[in-house]
């Protein structure tokens, strides 16, 4: 079992910028890959950023250039950096972990961007 919780959401004006964090309760450093999804109103779950064990990292188009994902191995912990926020970057936000194929969610983090 792995519980992940998320932290460092918030409100933001357009242009600002938040940092993410995911502790994991245990090492990070077997997970297969960690990430962040997103889900805004009336939308779908989608991805937004992963990385593997190996420090190659995924990024959707739409935060390609302005959000950055990194892992602290020794903290248990999977950050994303947000920058140049959008208000359509208006999101409940979610750590996932896959763990022997299975995946691990946290609870979320509302992110609101006011324009």
């Known amino acids: 079992q792995v519980q992940l919780v998320e932290s460092g959401g918030g409100l933001v004006q357009a242009g600002g910028s938040l940092r993410l964090s995911c502790a994991a309760s245990?090492?990070?450093?077997?997970?297969?890959?960690v990430g962040w999804y997103r889900q805004g109103p009336g939308s779908q779950r989608e991805l937004v950023a992963t990385?593997?064990?190996?420090?190659?990292?995924y990024y959707t188009d739409s935060v390609k250039g302005r959000f950055a994902i990194s892992r602290d191995n020794a903290k248990n912990t999977v950050n994303l950096q947000m920058n140049s926020l959008k208000p359509d970057d208006t999101a409940v936000y979610s750590c996932?972990?896959?763990?022997?194929?299975?995946?691990?969610w946290g609870q979320g983090t509302q992110v609101t961007v006011s324009s």
């Open positions: 996932n972990a896959k763990v022997n194929s299975v995946n691990y």
């Open positions: 245990r090492s990070i450093l077997s997970f297969m890959s």
């Open positions: 990385i593997t064990t190996g420090g190659s990292a």
